[in-house]
Each structure stands twice: as structure tokens, then as C-alpha cells.
């Protein structure tokens, strides 16, 4: 009923910058928290920054000073712009959102399919 689509992956270099961006579409309400977490190999899952429907803010200390999020409620829209990346940046990186349907009452939690980050010289 929701699906959420992430874009903006790829080679990074050291110092460089990215940019994430995640759109959610489908049977939408109205979006509470979202949020992009980082997966890396043979790590587990960990949050990396999240944003609440008001704009409140929460960053991994990793990620402190160098990587902003931002969204546009307007389009259902969350942004990660990441600058100075390091190679302990590289992950399989996701959004998430908890999404109030249109069709049935509470909040559900959905994921995107995941977008590569590779950070190398």
C-alpha cells in the first residue's frame, strides 16, 4: 500500500558528498518519523539520522556534523545529504517511514529497497 524509493547511491569519494533522497507514495495519511539507517557487511542495521513530522532531528554520533537530514512533507519526502564521507560510510543504506494509512487506522512502519554507498578514492 505504501512504497518508499530511494535514489542518489553510488561512489562517493573521501571528503566528498552524496546525496539521498526517499519519496513514498501509495495510501498515505500522513507520515510521522523518517528516518535512514545504514547497514554495512557483516554489521548490523543501525540508525543514522531521523526526523520527526515537525522537523525535530536525531544523528548517529558517527554521522554528527557532517550528514543532514531534511524533509518536504509536501511530497512525502526525506533527504540525506552527506559530506566529508569516510570509507567507514560504505553501507547499504535505507529510509523508513511510519506512515498513517488511508485505509486503516494506527501506524505503519515500511522500508525501501535499500540504496549502495561506496565512499573510495
Known amino acids: 500500500q505504501v512504497q518508499l524509493v530511494e535514489s542518489g547511491g553510488g561512489l562517493g569519494q573521501p571528503g566528498g558528498s552524496l546525496r539521498l533522497s526517499c519519496a513514498a507514495s501509495g495510501s498515505i495519511f500522513s507520515i510521522n518519523a523518517m528516518g535512514w539507517y545504514r547497514q554495512a557487511p557483516g554489521k548490523e542495521r543501525e540508525l543514522v539520522a531521523a526526523?520527526?513530522?515537525?522537523?525535530?532531528?536525531n544523528y548517529a554520533d558517527s554521522v554528527k556534523g557532517r550528514f543532514t537530514i531534511s524533509r518536504d512533507n509536501a511530497k512525502n519526502t526525506v533527504y540525506l545529504q552527506m559530506n566529508s564521507l569516510k570509507p567507514e560510510d560504505t553501507a547499504v543504506y535505507y529510509c523508513n517511514a511510519g506512515v498513517v494509512l488511508t485505509t486503516y487506522f494506527g501506524e505503519y512502519d515500511y522500508w525501501g529497497q535499500g540504496t549502495q554507498v561506496t565512499v573510495s578514492a
Open positions: 526526523i520527526t513530522s515537525g522537523g525535530s532531528t
